[in-house]
Nanobody, 120 residues
Framework: QVQLVESGGGLVQPGGSLRLSCAAS????????MSWFRQAPGKERELVAG???????NYADSMKGRFTISRDNAGNMVYLQINSLKPEDTAVYYC??????????????WGQGTQVTVSS
């Protein structure tokens, strides 16, 4: 079955950096688009960044500059580097996979999330 396991979150001071990781299994990772979303308390889940199977990237306008998404197809991993962290980056960060099966049906899968807290 599809599994997405995030790690790398934690408590960090403003201005610090974090690298979030997502370990994927149960599907053909190299063929799948991957994304990071986040959900702050009391707010809706929002897109942070996405990366296609070919490595093309896109970022939400408000995320450009401090966030970098990358992937390692050999290791079935996707990463999110976050620099210059701000208190408003505090949220649960989720890994997302878009998987297409043999018949062309498209599914979205989510990890359990990793908490990022930015505070002094």
């Amino acid at each position: 079955q599809v599994q997405l396991v995030e790690s790398g979150g934690g408590l960090v001071q403003p201005g610090g950096s974090l690298r979030l990781s997502c370990a994927a299994s149960g599907f053909t990772f190299s063929n799948s688009a991957m994304s990071w979303f986040r959900q702050a308390p009391g707010k809706e889940r929002e897109l942070v960044a996405g990366i296609t199977s070919g490595g093309g990237t896109n970022y939400a306008d408000s995320m450009k500059g401090r966030f970098t998404i990358s992937r390692d197809n050999a290791g079935n991993m996707v990463y999110l580097q976050i620099n210059s962290l701000k208190p408003e980056d505090t949220a649960v960060y989720y890994c997302n996979a878009i998987v297409t099966d043999y018949w062309g049906r498209v599914y979205a899968y989510w990890g359990q999330g990793t908490q990022v807290t930015v505070s002094s």
